[in-house]
């Protein structure tokens, strides 16, 4: 119900934005004066600001598709060009209680400034649209608690927040299951939001399950849900609640196992006598589905005290919780780590662990920003990555 609420304030803000456009045409040209220049403009702002409304309304493919997919390069471009408008605007007003107001006055300075600020706009959106396909691999070491035994280091590799659907198809998929490969790891975590809310987001999902199932590893491929692997409604990143249970959508689970991905929902398995891997609900699609979710106590009651515990929790949200149960490694994604800037700087506000590995007590959290996507079709000062995680026991003195 969010967006309702949110939408008389977007209106407000492309017109405020589609005002300074057109004024700016009318300094750069006479022509551009005209009333057709100017409804023309009006019109094609118009068509990409409402382009995710009428792909959300839409139901003819490809149709759909197109405008959707639209409309997710148009959020980042937006976000951007609000925040260019803005600082135009503030950078005016601070000019008029300056010495420069009567040097910078006139169309000529408006059209200059305007398109310095266009330039700009331009040249983050595409570099921002690119940068998200560049899957980067960060590597980190980290040492677990002499009271474990693991016989011998393990490397994982932790992806999340994959987000396959409109932004996130076969391309990007093929790339990341390469660097993966590349990685020569023992076993593959997928901390959940492997979907973007929508199975038919998937442009072809047999040939993207296949080419999962390319992932080589020496113990597999295990991964949980996170809070977007839920069928529902959604329009620009906001899904309409209700107070009834949403209905599993099964095709989840199969592209699961033709993908040879192995889900574990609050379970809890031992690999090669070696180690526990778990993997938690997450609290908002438990929520939604009207399910319980184990506590970490409840959860990882009953094993092997001397095994290390490794668990995959797609929200970093219950650190201390899960430490006190005796968790070595928490393994998580779900902030993005911003994606965009300036997001990326106030995203520590709100998680204790936003990215990257973190000891919380006896405890490792390892936060990954994520191999996809999320809304805006782009990342700006962060990176679409792999993280590999070198475990080894702490040396024994």
């Known amino acids: ?81 609000l925040q260019m408008v803005i600082l135009f605007d503030l950078a005016r007003i601070a000019l008029r209680h300056s010495r420069w107001k009567d040097a910078l006055t006139g169309n000529h300075w408006f059209a200059v400034i305007g398109g310095i600020a266009l330039f ?13 396909r560049n899957i980067k691999v960060k590597e ?6 002499q009271e474990k035994v693991l016989e011998e280091p393990l490397r994982i590799a932790l992806v999340a927040d994959l987000h396959l659907g409109y932004s996130v198809g076969e391309r990007h998929v093929k790339n990341l299951v390469e660097e993966i490969n590349s990685q020569d790891v023992d076993l593959v975590c997928i901390a959940g939001d492997i979907f973007d809310n929508e199975y038919e987001a998937i442009a072809n999902p047999d040939r993207v399950a296949e080419i999962l199932s390319g992932i080589k590893s020496r113990y597999g491929v295990y991964a949980c849900w996170g809070n977007h692997d839920v069928s529902e409604k959604i329009l620009a990143g906001f899904t309409f609640r209700s107070a009834e249970a949403v209905e599993r959508d099964s095709r989840f689970e199969v592209f699961l196992e033709n ?29 939604k589905e009207k399910e319980n979710r184990l506590s970490p106590e409840e959860l990882l009651e009953g094993l092997k005290p001397e095994l290390p515990v490794f668990v995959m929790d797609h929200q970093p949200d219950e650190l201390e919780k899960l430490e006190q149960a005796g968790v070595c490694v928490d393994l998580s994604g779900h902030t993005h780590a911003g994606q965009m800037f300036p997001s990326n ?53």
């Open 1 to 81: 119900m969010a967006a309702l609420f949110l939408a008389p304030l977007y209106i407000l803000v492309n017109l405020y934005i589609m005002r300074w456009l057109v004024l700016w045409m009318g300094a750069c040209h006479r022509i551009l004066q005209s009333r057709a220049a100017r409804c023309l403009v009006i019109a094609v702002y118009a068509a990409l600001a409402t382009a995710m409304l009428t792909g959300f309304l839409i139901r003819i493919e490809p149709l759909r598709r197109i405008l959707k997919t639209i409309g997710f390069f148009w959020l980042g471009c937006f976000a951007y060009t």
């Open 120 to 132: 700009l706009i331009l040249a983050v959106s595409v570099y921002g649209i690119f940068h998200a």
């Open 259 to 287: 993908a040879g991905i192995h889900l574990l929902e609050d379970e809890v398995i031992e690999i090669d006598n070696r180690f526990y891997l778990a993997g938690r609900k997450d609290p908002d699609k438990a929520d």
């Open 140 to 145: 980190y070491t980290i040492e677990i608690s």
């Open 345 to 397: 700087l106030f995203v520590r506000l709100r998680w204790e662990n936003p990215a990257g590995a973190m000891k919380k007590g006896d405890m490792w959290s390892c936060v990954t920003s994520g191999a996809g996507v999320w809304g805006p079709a782009m990342r700006i000062g962060t990176d679409s990555e792999i993280m590999i995680i070198n475990i080894k026991e702490t040396e024994r003195i």
